[in-house]
């Protein structure tokens, strides 16, 4: 990536309603700190991540602030959210500076997203200009119709489930986004923002344990997976 400055935004600006808990999910305990923290840690590690954009609700800037940028040097701005996660991209986005090219958009509470896969989704987008994670979904998959009758099945081998990071040109980003805005189109993650352009998007293979923690029981799973890790590590 030399020559090519890169910025992270990471949008943790949701409620986390289907959680049913008075704490928001991204503050909530993983492995001993803030779930938002182990993600940040991840970027901070990554060396081509040359800066942050955090999105947070805007009701805990002001308590977050200090901590975060104490802890995590590369978060150099942290904005408010916006009532869609589109949105908040979008604040996240509108902070990103003109010297960076490229842009990588990351779920606050996906924290278990390995190095690894960020420096391969950054290297592949250099290459093809814009790139996604995913996972080859395994199982069978079918459309339904109303009231869940199944319209027909769908060739799996077609079939992503996608992830973050999602990594995209600044310029061509800001233009989806931008577009998007004027159009009123809603969209359920980037990527389909730039396919709208007509730009092609490539796929990276992701990772099982990129979970995005929705449910309390992602939660437990996360944790699972982090004692998993520091076993091994010791073992090593």
């Not at 960076?100 to 990351?106: E, G, M, Q």
Request: charged share 30%; no cysteine; proline share 4%.
């Amino acid at each position: 990536m030399k020559g090519m400055q890169v910025a992270a935004v990471i949008v943790a600006a949701g409620y986390g309603k289907r959680f049913n808990k008075f704490r928001k999910k991204q503050f909530l305990p993983l492995g001993g700190k803030p779930l938002l923290y182990w993600t940040l840690e991840v970027f901070q590690k990554v060396k081509q991540i040359d800066g942050i954009i955090l999105v947070l609700p805007r009701g805990d800037i002001s308590r977050q602030k200090k901590i975060i940028q104490k802890k995590f040097g590369k978060v150099k701005e942290i904005v408010p959210g916006g009532r869609l996660r589109q949105e908040s991209v979008f604040n996240g986005l509108k902070k990103v500076g003109e010297r960076f090219s490229l842009v990588a958009i990351h779920d606050g509470v996906r924290p278990l997203v390995s190095t690894g896969l960020i420096e391969r989704t950054l290297r592949i987008a250099k290459k093809y200009g814009s790139a996604v994670t995913a996972l080859l979904a395994k199982e069978t998959v079918k459309l339904a119709k109303n009231k869940n009758i199944i319209e027909r099945t769908l060739p799996r081998e077609k079939i992503w489930l996608i992830q973050t990071p999602q990594v995209f040109p600044r310029e061509v980003l800001l233009k989806a986004y931008q577009k998007a805005q004027k159009d009123r189109f809603t969209a359920t993650d980037d990527a389909q923002l730039v396919e709208r352009l007509g730009y092609l998007v490539k796929l990276v293979p992701g990772e099982e344990t990129n979970i995005k923690i929705t449910t309390s029981e992602d939660l437990l799973f996360a944790e699972t997976i982090l004692s998993q890790r520091t076993q091994n590590t010791r073992k090593e």
